[in-house]
């Protein structure tokens, strides 16, 4: 079983259009997370989720809004895409608090086209 | 705020050979350190981390990392490297009451045979 699970892969679309990501994790971990990798390998964080609640939320444009419909998943829509968005987006989860690590999941990488 | 600086951007090592990967931090408090690796088109695995205690670490496939307070540093050491340690590695910093964790920007290992 995989511990943490995105879809899709991968997820070529054209600018302007809107798309979802999707994220579960059946570790029983409280805190879910998305992280964005660029072109040269830096990870930023996004937002990060716990049991529901938006914790962390950094400076991301507002075409991004991610959900929580349990502390199990956590979804990453993306609003009129740009070019400037392909990266790829990594999902995460730990338990309650940093000291643990997360664990991430394979990834989706996004290209607009 | 926190912060990790991998001075390294990509290291060549013969297979056999030593490895040590330098990760510096900056945080005011006793930080939780993690070592990640990221092979080509996968998600980050966690080799190792540390939060308290013996201030030498051993994580998994053979690597291990020493925390050294008064040089900031956690750097990521391997007595001999093969040919499947060829990926990308990430330094990571987090604090006790702040969700995040914070990335360097990654060292690229190449193994020759």
Redesign the interface.
Known sequence: DTAVSQTPKYLVTQMGNDKSIKCEQNLGHDTMYWYKQDSKKFLKIMFSYNNKELIINETVPNRFSPKSPDKAHLNLHINSLELGDSAVYFCASSPMGPRYGYTFGSGTRLTVV | AQSVTQPDIHITVSEGASLELRCNYSYGATP?L?W?V?SPG?????LL?Y?SGDTLVQGIKGFEAEFKRSQSSFNLRKPSVHWSDAA?Y?C?V???G??????G??T?LTIIP
């Not at chain 2, 996968?42 to 966690?46: F, I, M, S, T």
């Not at chain 2, 702040?98 to 990335?103: A, P, V």
């Open positions: 939780y993690f990640y990221q996968q998600g980050l695995q966690l981390k939060f990308e990430f990571a987090g604090a006790e702040n969700e995040k964790l914070t990335f920007t990654g690229r």
